[in-house]
DNA sequence: TTGACGTATTCCCATATAGGTATATGATCG
DNA sequence: CGATCATATACCTATATGGGAATACGTCAA
């Protein structure tokens, strides 16, 4: 086998900067393939190969209007991205280790408490 | 050009899924590769390929002991994808929709009040 | 209808896998 | 030293790109 489809999941999806970048840019609001292509910097067709790999994990919705389809952010793909980096947000944040810190002593107190129950 | 590298940066990294439970696993504490063969369920070899990529992005970090080479979590490679993946949180936290609820009234009533500075 | 505009799709190519299998390397034991 | 355990690496193969160029398709204007 060869490495995953882009389409496979939203973690495949956006570990391409490009599409990060198109996200970035509809966090913004609406906006046509064009747009995307003058802000990008890319060919056309690549920025609609791109959409069509958002597309196909939920990350963008499109609606057309005339000539022009207008492609939409839709965040809530990326939700399980956020769901499983999340729980390793206590390796760099200075909260989370404050927040060991607190349990430790809660553990401790009740350790010098009454026993099991 | 081919797709990026996997070991480009911590969101290639991670687009595999067994190189996400290869985290997971790693999460509850230093464990050497065999242990990591048995939780996986895959050849050594491959174990030790993913291994080599987690390394290469610095997503975790190794120490020889014997013959054994125990394999740590360093969930400081995850941050960017944290960074980047929580600016779109807003997509689907009530949280963050009730925040901005809150700030829009506020400017309303910002409005409501004298002008300009 | 003809033409222009905005997008999507098709082809072609170079490249980087991820898995399987075999083997090399290192350390430890007898 | 020779054998064994624990890992890493080398090879091979099928596959899925991502970019470039050309082109098809749908809509609107004259």
Same mark, same amino acid.
């Given at each position: 086998?060869?490495? $995953? ?7 495949? $999806? ?7 970048? #198109? +996200? ?11 747009? *995307?292509?003058?802000? +990008?910097?890319? $060919?056309?067709?690549?920025?609609? /190969? ?30 399980? #991205?956020? @769901?499983?980096? /999340? ?6 944040? !200075? ?7 607190? *349990? !430790?002593?809660?553990?401790? /107190?009740?350790?010098? @408490?009454?026993? @099991?129950?």
């Amino acid at each position: 086998m060869a490495r $995953a489809a882009t389409t496979a999941d939203a973690f495949n $999806a956006v570990a391409e900067p490009r599409r990060r970048e #198109i +996200l970035d840019a509809l966090a913004g609001g609406e906006r046509p393939v064009n747009d *995307l292509v003058r802000l +990008l910097g890319l $060919a056309q067709p690549q920025v609609s /190969k791109h959409l069509r790999v958002l597309r196909e994990v939920g990350a963008v919705d499109v609606r057309d209007e005339g000539r022009q389809r207008l492609y939409r952010l839709n965040g809530h793909a990326l939700k399980p #991205i956020h @769901d499983w980096v /999340k729980t390793y947000e206590r390796s760099w944040s !200075e909260r989370f280790e404050q927040l060991d810190d607190v *349990l !430790e002593d809660l553990k401790q /107190k009740e350790q010098g @408490d009454a026993g @099991d129950e």
